[in-house]
């Protein structure tokens, strides 16, 4: 089974800094795919970004931008010019479609704080 | 993305009783998804819903305690059944299916069992 592990419980940064958020997994297959939802005090998840694992090229999305290593099974995502909004829990995410099913596996979340 | 609305937001239920959660999709979808946020938890799936099937569950999850209904591909229910204070979580539904497999979520259900 495929397990996904966040080493970071609480981070905290000053606004407009830049921050990394880490994240392994563990898995056997080699098409997947892996997300970084947002889940701010609303408690709404509100997907980040999404990166393709058949994908050398790191996916970005303005502010957010991951870090994509598949040898090391590593996911990090990187917030510059961190906003007061930016303050959530990030959950980083695996899925694989093989077989139809598209379960998100998460990982237990980093509770990210910006200060001004 | 879609539009995904849940209902109610939030609920407090005496144990032994049931809720059922609505999901309603403003398009229609593919796949819908029921996942459940104990407490300073991460998200696990509770099951998959099909439409026109019985759903798909996870391992943990019974349908006798979590039956799903799917009538159609813009709706689908979650009955938490014969509460317990264990089951206080947040209730999200979310929809996906697309090519992309992104998948998008609703606001979500607060339940508090007593």
């Known amino acids: 089974a495929q397990t996904v592990t966040q080493s970071q419980p609480e981070m905290s940064v000053q606004e407009a800094e830049t921050v990394t958020l880490s994240c392994t997994y563990d898995t056997s297959e080699n098409n997947y795919y892996l997300f970084w939802y947002k889940q701010p005090p609303s408690r709404q998840m509100i997907l980040v970004i999404r990166?393709?694992?058949?994908?050398?090229q790191n996916a970005t999305e303005n502010r957010f931008s991951v870090n994509f290593q598949k040898a090391a099974k590593s996911f990090s995502l990187k917030i510059s010019d961190s906003q007061l909004g930016d303050t959530a829990m990030y959950f980083c995410?695996?899925?694989?479609?093989?077989?139809?099913?598209?379960?998100?596996?998460f990982g237990q979340g980093t509770r990210l704080t910006i200060n001004p | 993305s879609a539009v995904i609305s849940q209902k109610p937001s939030r609920d407090i239920c005496q144990r032994g009783t049931s809720l059922t959660i609505q999901c309603q999709v403003d398009s229609q979808v593919t796949m819908m998804f029921w996942y459940r946020q104990q407490p300073g938890q991460s998200l696990t799936l509770i099951a998959t819903?099909?439409?026109?099937?019985?759903?798909?569950?996870e391992s943990g999850f019974v349908i006798d305690k979590f039956p799903i209904s799917r009538p159609n591909l813009t709706f689908s229910t979650l009955t938490v059944s014969n509460m317990s204070p264990e089951d206080s979580s947040i209730y999200l539904c979310?929809?996906?299916?697309?090519?992309?497999?992104?998948?998008?979520f609703g606001p979500g259900t607060r339940l508090t069992v007593t």
């Open positions: 990166q393709e694992a058949y994908k050398q």
């Open positions: 995410a695996f899925m694989s479609p093989f077989q139809g099913a598209q379960k998100l596996v």
């Open positions: 819903a099909n439409q026109g099937s019985e759903a798909t569950y």
């Open positions: 979310s929809v996906g299916g697309g090519g992309n497999y992104e998948q998008y």
